[in-house]
């Protein structure tokens, strides 16, 4: 099936179920849920990672959920799946990785009231180096130099004046990259800003939070979570490593905000990268929940050390005339679309 037939089919799938009421019924027969979104940047100008989502678009979602009084805290969500009142879904906003942009927040960009949202941060990178997959945006976007030789991760020679090339390399290069070992993931990102030379980045525009701000959001009621000091993915790390990265991201929160922060997410957050030994290091540092990037909807008993995300960005549930789409977002994610998916990946 093309690319375009299969956004139909998901769309036109998606209206049905959901405005013949079937969507409903299915929620309804399912029981009481809670739907974690996983959002990282909150920001309306390009990004040529899936990992943004506009203002506009998440003001929208939060309205729905509003109408439907279903946008409530991660650990109340957590707690209202073994009350007993009538079961319902409800749903979860987290943001990953600290980026300054999450500020939007607090800032009124999303209403007066407040939204209730998790940011997990990776400690190292507060008012320092964006996480690697934005310095190589940076490094590409502000390049001073065109060439670029990837030829050492089998992936060849990049022309970055050609779009097609930029794309390319957005497109193979983070998946290679997240193969490797931290050290060496590290070396190659340097390598390649060596490379294309980019012109230093103005204070304004930097792209991660300052613990200024971290304070600025957590007393405007968002909760801040532990993601590690360095983004390293843990399951690549060894015990001692792996029992670093965790222990000080949280240390630091405390000592920075006078609290220690509940909630930790797992870097990259898939099967292959995080494990057994992992959940019990969050659990044993003194985090009370974790989440992963593994879809689905947490049910009554969920380990609140696997929680499950739906990962949100801004073409995720977009109908085909390119307009955030009602019917794809609650269908994918609380209803029949998010089963058959679930489904299929069984
Ligand atoms: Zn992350």
Redesign the pocket.
């Known amino acids: 099936m093309t690319t375009s037939l299969r956004t139909w089919v998901r769309y036109l799938l998606a209206l049905g179920s959901h405005y013949s009421g079937l969507d409903a019924l299915y929620r309804r027969c399912r029981g009481a849920g809670l739907v974690i979104l996983m959002l990282?940047r909150l920001r309306d100008d390009h990004d040529p990672y899936p990992l943004s989502v506009p203002r506009a678009q998440l003001r929208q979602i939060v309205a729905w959920l509003r109408e439907r009084s279903a946008l409530v805290a991660l650990g109340d969500g957590l707690a209202s799946l073994s009350s007993i009142r009538a079961p319902r879904v409800n749903y979860a906003l987290t943001f990953?990785?600290g980026y300054r942009d999450n500020l939007g927040l607090v800032d009124g960009a999303l209403g007066r009231e407040p939204v209730p949202a998790v940011v997990?941060v990776?400690t190292g990178h507060i008012g320092g180096e964006p996480?690697w997959a934005y310095r190589v945006v940076h490094a590409v976007e502000s390049r001073s130099r065109d060439q670029i030789d990837l030829g050492g991760l089998g992936l060849g020679h990049f022309d970055l004046s050609l779009a097609d090339d930029r794309h390319r390399l957005y497109t193979l290069l983070p998946p290679r990259l997240k193969t490797l070992k931290p050290a060496e993931l590290q070396t190659w990102v340097d390598r390649i800003c060596e490379q294309a030379r980019p012109r230093p980045l103005p204070h304004d525009d930097r792209d991660m939070l300052e613990w200024d701000d971290v304070r600025r959001l957590a007393a405007n009621g968002v909760e801040i979570g532990g993601?590690t000091c360095s983004?390293a993915i843990l399951s690549r790390l060894d015990d001692s490593a792996a029992s670093e990265e965790i222990g000080l991201s949280r240390a630091s929160i405390a000592a920075e905000l006078g609290q220690a922060p509940r909630h930790f997410?797992y870097?990259?957050g898939s099967n292959a990268d995080f494990g057994d030994r992992d959940v019990r290091l969050v659990r044993e540092a003194g985090f009370e929940t974790a989440t992963t990037s593994i879809e689905g909807v947490n049910r009554r008993g969920a380990d609140p050390y696997r929680l499950r995300r739906y990962n949100v960005h801004e073409d995720r549930f977009r109908a085909p005339s390119g307009r955030l789409s009602r019917a794809l977002f609650f269908s994918e994610t609380s209803g029949m679309l998010g089963w058959l998916r679930e489904w299929r990946a069984a």
């Open positions: 990282h990953d990785d997990y990776a996480i993601h983004h997410a870097p990259n």
